[in-house]
């Protein structure tokens, strides 16, 4: 503003040494845009770690569901799990002559079990995610018609039926870590319910 | 001799297109990021392969590493329905403060003896507080309170909604908007102690339960 009175005589052009500067009209936005890629990152990374996944689970009512326990005559198997990361099966019902083997959460233990007890569910399954999977990733059938073709494969009466029981001393992960494996392993058909006393001194005798 | 200027090129480039991109995206996801206020309990969950996302309607029993239990409802006036039937089952005045202070907070783990005065509590010192968790023996079960009154409210207010959706002639999917249970433990929680919470839930007849976990790696099918 103080400069707008200094050229009176005008048309010097050159030798006017009073003129303003020309200044730059561009500022230093590299601090701006640290800032604004700082936030971005912020709220990309809380708003996808933020979201909690949930696992569906249904309870037996109270009193026991006996028909359920009934079917593992024929093809079921009763997961027993204990303090300490302990984890113990056997098929069937209990009888003094059945073995109560021991296994552990890894692949090659639970899963390997459910794999083998359930492996013809497991192929009409993985045909069914072959047939919605479609051409490039573009889902040929909707989720809903996929899980309700999904349910008679899960619910078939030869499909392998899994009984969990805890005792007092089971950690709360390790009851989510089976039912965890019984749904990868497809196994619609299971029941988390309480340990029978006969089954709670078989376990003692295996310490 | 005259020298050889070459043309001095500025290294600096125009960022105007990329710095509106990075606003826009900033933008979009301060809108659409919801901020939860700080939990007094701090719950590390198990893992498991489900993709299925937490509904937006739920009732949540949180239960920490030593078996205390939390309650959280969502849903601003069921909140205050229901801390309003609880306040009339046990015989506590709740003043309208404290219902509105009610309905924003998270969960809460105290006895109700104890809410009026941790409610008035301010956030720091509400963070910093010892919660004991909610009793639910069957002599003193009012976590089975909490629940059943919550349910109850949370039905009261799905009818009004459904009424006035009607009123307007819009479509009201009640499915959608169904209260889901929802029990988030700890991962070094005893199984007895999120039985304990289950029971609670069975004996109201209510079996169908979302386990909430984070989310892990699907093993690729062979």
Do not use: C
Not at chain 1, 7 to 23: F, I, L, P, T, Y
Not at chain 1, 106 to 115: A, E
Not at chain 2, 145 to 152: D, E, F, P
Request: no cysteine; net charge positive.
């Amino acid at each position: 503003m103080a400069e707008v009175n200094s050229g009176g005589g005008g048309g010097h052009g050159k030798h006017d040494k009073k003129r303003a500067k020309k200044m730059s009209t561009r500022i230093d936005m590299t601090p701006m845009v640290d800032l604004a890629f700082l936030l971005l990152t912020f709220f990309i990374l809380t708003s996808t770690f933020n979201k909690p996944k949930a696992l569906d689970l249904a309870f037996p009512a109270k009193p026991k569901d006996t028909d359920i326990v009934d079917k593992t005559k024929a093809n079921g198997i009763s997961i027993l799990i204990t303090g300490d990361d302990k984890v113990y099966w056997y098929p069937g019902q209990l009888k003094p002559e059945s073995e109560v083997q021991k296994t552990d959460y890894s692949k090659n233990g639970l899963r390997m079990i459910f794999t083998n007890g359930n492996s013809k569910i497991i192929v009409k399954m993985n045909q069914l995610r072959k047939e919605a999977q479609g051409w490039n990733y573009a889902p040929a059938i909707a989720d809903s018609i996929f899980k309700s073709k999904a349910k008679p494969i899960k619910g078939d009466p030869d499909a392998l039926v899994v009984l969990i029981k805890a005792d007092d001393k089971a950690s709360y992960k390790n009851v989510i870590d089976v039912v965890d494996e019984l749904n990868i392993t497809d196994i619609g058909k299971f029941a988390i319910v309480d340990m029978t006393p006969e089954e709670k001194a078989r376990l003692l005798t295996l310490k | 001799m005259p020298k050889v200027k070459l043309p001095r090129n500025s290294p600096s480039l125009d960022m105007t297109p990329m710095v509106d991109l990075a606003f826009l995206l900033v933008t979009f996801f301060m809108l659409t990021a919801s901020f939860r206020a700080a939990e007094p309990v701090v719950v590390d969950t198990p893992s498991s392969i489900s993709e299925v996302m937490l509904p937006d309607n739920y009732l949540l029993v949180n239960i920490d590493k030593d078996g205390k239990a939390f309650y959280n409802i969502t849903n601003k006036n069921v909140r205050i329905a229901t801390l309003d039937e609880m306040g009339r089952r046990y015989n506590i005045k709740f003043t309208d403060q404290q219902k509105k202070r009610f309905s924003v907070m998270t969960s809460f783990g105290v006895p109700i003896g104890q809410l009026p005065g941790y409610i008035d509590m301010n956030e720091g010192d509400r963070l910093k507080f010892k919660s004991e968790g909610i009793p639910m023996d069957s002599t003193d079960n009012q976590l089975g309170a909490w629940v059943l009154s919550g349910y109850k409210q949370y039905q009261i207010n799905l009818a009004g909604k459904k009424q006035e959706a009607e009123a307007k002639k819009e479509t009201f999917d009640a499915k959608k908007l169904k209260l889901k249970f929802a029990i988030k433990a700890d991962s070094k929680a005893t199984y007895q102690s999120v039985k304990k919470v289950i029971d609670v839930f069975t004996e109201n007849e209510i079996y169908q339960f979302n386990m909430i976990t984070t989310m892990e790696e699907k093993p690729k099918a062979k």
